[in-house]
């Protein structure tokens, strides 16, 4: 679905929430009972009517921080207002999963919420601004985001670095690690391979030598850097191999198979520049006495 586009949005959340200032008052155990504000107006809203983001560009939350959340929720209460649109009978959460989770967690029934009028496209826009902002997506989860916002609301990658203030070389390498297998992005999903590893690991086209080296990278704990060295290596020896290919379909099979024909048995040459190397297979001492005296009879 394509959404109009939305500029500025990467300013952030404050052209969302306004200049508020909330200050709690009233009877601590009643959670927020009345709040001053400038602009928008929070509600109070029972718990279980808020459903969370369908949009949500984090797929995985820190449990130890949630529950660091929820102890602090439980002495001071939700200091700031859950951002919410209104679905159904209910409310889904724009921004400030996190804080619903950990106030879940804390035995919370009500929670202090501002409700806005949101498209999808500012929904998602405004969570995955949300996540940027605080650092809280991992490098997959945020490729995954800003392609979403290519693919469903038409953004060109200059689109989405304005609205999230990114630059555009940002933007193309972060969607690029979308590109590397399955197994690798689960290593960095899992936190095993950083940012840069990635990066430096989709330098390389062919994804079994990625895993390979994904792997080397992970259980000798490899730096960025000698990551890259890594790659580049590995890389040089793949287009070495593959010239070597090249020239072999296209001379070197014929004779090898003339040579085969000849002598009976699987011959290998392997060519190099002006030099290379002649591989004659034999099986037994019967059959290398026969090709002796076979290249015997070629003086």
Same mark, same amino acid.
């Given at each position: 679905?394509?959404g109009?586009?939305?500029?500025?949005?990467?300013?952030?959340? =404050?052209?969302?929430?306004g200049?508020?200032?909330?200050?709690p008052?009233?009877a601590?155990?009643?959670?927020?009972r009345?709040?001053?504000?400038t602009?928008?107006?929070?509600?109070?809203?029972?718990i279980?009517? %808020?459903?969370?983001?369908?949009?949500?560009?984090?797929?995985?939350?820190?449990?130890e921080?949630i529950?660091e959340?929820?102890?602090?929720?439980?002495?001071h209460?939700?200091i700031?207002?859950i951002?919410l649109?209104?679905?159904?009978d209910?409310?889904? /959460?724009?921004?400030?999963?996190?804080?619903?989770r950990?106030?879940?967690?804390?035995? &919370?029934?009500?929670?202090?919420? #501002?409700?806005?009028? &949101?498209?999808?496209?500012?929904l998602?826009?405004?969570?995955l601004?949300?996540?940027?902002?605080?650092?809280d997506l991992?490098?997959?989860e945020?490729?995954?985001?800003?392609?979403?916002?290519?693919?469903?609301?038409?953004?060109?990658? =200059? !689109?989405?670095?304005?609205n999230?203030?990114?630059? $555009?070389?940002?933007?193309?390498?972060? /969607?690029r690690?979308?590109?590397?297998p399955?197994e690798?992005?689960a290593?960095?999903l899992?936190?095993?391979?950083t940012?840069?590893?990635?990066?430096?690991?989709?330098?390389l086209?062919?994804?079994? $030598?990625q #895993?390979?080296l994904?792997?080397?990278?992970?259980?000798?704990?490899?730096?960025?850097?000698?990551?890259?060295?890594?790659v580049? =290596?590995? !890389?040089?020896?793949?287009?070495?191999?593959?010239?070597?290919?090249a020239?072999?379909?296209?001379? /070197? &099979?014929?004779?090898?198979?003339?040579?085969?024909?000849?002598?009976?048995?699987?011959?290998?040459?392997k060519?190099?520049?002006?030099?290379?190397?002649?591989?004659? !297979?034999?099986?037994? $001492?019967?059959?290398?006495?026969?090709? %002796?005296?076979?290249l015997?009879?070629?003086?």
């Amino acid at each position: 679905m394509a959404g109009t586009k939305s500029k500025g949005l990467g300013k952030g959340l =404050e052209a969302l929430f306004g200049d508020v200032e909330i200050k709690p008052s009233g009877a601590v155990e009643e959670h927020f009972r009345q709040y001053e504000m400038t602009g928008d107006s929070v509600k109070i809203i029972d718990i279980n009517n %808020i459903k969370p983001n369908s949009a949500q560009p984090r797929q995985l939350f820190n449990e130890e921080k949630i529950d660091e959340l929820a102890a602090s929720i439980s002495a001071h209460g939700v200091i700031q207002p859950i951002l919410l649109k209104e679905s159904g009978d209910g409310f889904e /959460i724009v921004a400030g999963e996190r804080r619903w989770r950990a106030a879940r967690k804390a035995g &919370l029934k009500e929670v202090p919420g #501002i409700v806005r009028e &949101l498209t999808n496209e500012q929904l998602l826009l405004v969570a995955l601004i949300e996540n940027i902002q605080r650092e809280d997506l991992n490098p997959i989860e945020e490729a995954e985001a800003f392609q979403r916002m290519c693919s469903e609301f038409n953004f060109t990658q =200059e !689109d989405v670095s304005l609205n999230v203030g990114k630059s $555009r070389p940002y933007i193309t390498n972060a /969607i690029r690690l979308l590109k590397l297998p399955a197994e690798i992005q689960a290593m960095v999903l899992e936190g095993k391979l950083t940012n840069g590893h990635a990066r430096a690991l989709a330098g390389l086209k062919n994804a079994d $030598r990625q #895993i390979m080296l994904a792997e080397r990278v992970v259980a000798k704990g490899l730096t960025v850097r000698e990551t890259e060295k890594l790659v580049q =290596e590995a !890389d040089k020896k793949g287009k070495r191999a593959s010239k070597t290919a090249a020239i072999k379909t296209t001379d /070197i &099979l014929e004779i090898e198979s003339e040579l085969k024909e000849l002598l009976g048995t699987k011959v290998t040459l392997k060519h190099h520049g002006k030099r290379g190397k002649l591989e004659i !297979d034999y099986f037994s $001492r019967e059959e290398l006495e026969r090709l %002796i005296e076979i290249l015997r009879t070629l003086r």
